[in-house]
């Protein structure tokens, strides 16, 4: 659901067991998606990206799903670890504005229980 | 190889002090970004540079923010008047080339601004 201030999302998964976090969009002329990953104390970072003329794109471990008709975006971690613990921005980008600026969702905090 | 920095990594001020807040992007990397980011939120762009020039300033929320890149490399935000709503952490991102599909953006640790 929303969340407003200091209360974001929380996604608590046994560690081994797969996680899927998930961000809505709104702009649909968005064409580029990017999903970071923030430990406390530390800057964003990058996990993986994925451009609209693809819906799925795998990394080591990760996946990234992209629905363009409902405007949603997925992050899915195989084999979540204790290191996987952080909080989980979307962003997208609208190149066709002239711009390369990110908009960011609001995180989802990724909590793993050994 | 060395990623972006920022410095310092911690900076308290008195309310109407001004600051200045440095980025170092990764070498080689054309644009350069600067983004605020308050506690429990996602980072928010404030502006890009794309070489020396600003491409977009869209974000800066008033004429008390200002920032250079002069060489195309560093890049250096001011805060002019600061004020306790400016206390936030700072980040810094860099991508290698944009227009050419290079838009990756990595960023630094950012800088801790807290205005008393």
């Known amino acids: 659901g929303e969340s407003v201030g200091l209360h974001l999302p929380t996604l608590s998964v046994q560690e081994g067991d797969n996680s899927i976090i998930n961000c809505a969009y709104s702009n649909s002329a968005s064409d580029y998606f990017i999903w970071y990953k923030q430990e406390s104390g530390k800057g964003p970072q990058f996990i993986i990206d994925i451009r609209s003329n693809m819906d799925k794109r795998q990394g080591q471990r990760v996946t990234v799903l992209l629905n363009k008709t409902v405007k949603h975006l997925s992050l899915q971690i195989a084999a979540t670890q204790p290191g996987d613990s952080a909080v989980y921005f979307c962003?997208?980008?609208?190149?066709?504005?002239?711009?390369?600026?990110?908009?960011f969702g609001k995180g989802t905090k990724l909590s793993v229980i050994p | 190889g060395a990623g972006v920095s920022q410095t310092p990594s911690n900076k308290v001020t008195e309310k109407g002090k001004y600051v200045e807040l440095r980025c170092d992007p990764i070498s080689g990397h054309t644009a350069l970004y600067w983004y605020r980011q308050s506690l429990g939120q996602g980072p928010e762009f404030l502006i890009y540079?794309?070489?020396?020039?600003?491409?977009?300033d869209s974000g800066l929320p008033n004429d008390r923010f200002f920032a250079v890149r002069p060489e195309g490399s560093v890049s250096t935000l001011k805060i002019q008047r600061t004020e306790r709503g400016d206390s936030a952490v700072y980040l810094c991102?860099?991508?290698?080339?944009?227009?050419?599909?290079?838009?990756?953006?990595?960023f630094g640790p950012g800088t801790r601004l807290l205005v008393l």
């Open positions: 991102a860099s991508s290698l080339s944009p227009a050419r599909g290079q838009e990756t953006q990595y």
């Open positions: 540079f794309q070489g020396t020039g600003a491409a977009d």
């Open positions: 962003a997208e980008n609208s190149r066709g504005a002239g711009s390369y600026q990110l908009t």
